[in-house]
């Protein structure tokens, strides 16, 4: 089993900052893809961002050129840097892993979720 961790959310006003965090324990082997998904209240959960192993990255849209994923592969664990944030980034983020368990079988993980509220 894998657990995921995040931390970071809070409120934040429009045109400010988060970093999120999120870190992965457990019968880990190996973590392959690591990600962000973000579900805001009526909507479905979409995909945010998504790292690699070897730290190829892809965003949606709306947040490309404001938010950074990168990773700490010694740790294992994920980042999101969100800059210049709007009042539609408010959502619950939540951190989604891949990979290889110590018994290798392939696993997966989501956080447990962390809100990040936008406004003035």
């Known amino acids: 089993q894998v657990q995921l961790v995040e931390s970071g959310g809070g409120v934040v006003q429009p045109g400010g900052s988060l970093r999120l965090s999120c870190a992965a324990s457990g019968s880990v082997l190996i973590i392959s893809d690591m990600g962000w998904y973000r579900q805001a209240p009526g909507n479905q959960r979409e995909l945010v961002a998504i790292?690699?192993?070897?730290?190829?990255?892809r965003y949606v849209d709306s947040v490309k050129g404001r938010f950074t994923i990168s990773r700490d592969n010694a740790k294992n664990t994920v980042y999101l840097q969100m800059n210049s944030l709007k009042p539609e980034d408010t959502a619950v983020y939540y951190c989604n892993a891949d990979g290889t368990s110590v018994d290798h079988r392939y696993l997966e993980a989501w956080g447990q979720g962390t809100s990040v509220t936008v406004s003035s």
């Open positions: 790292i690699t192993r070897g730290g190829l990255t």
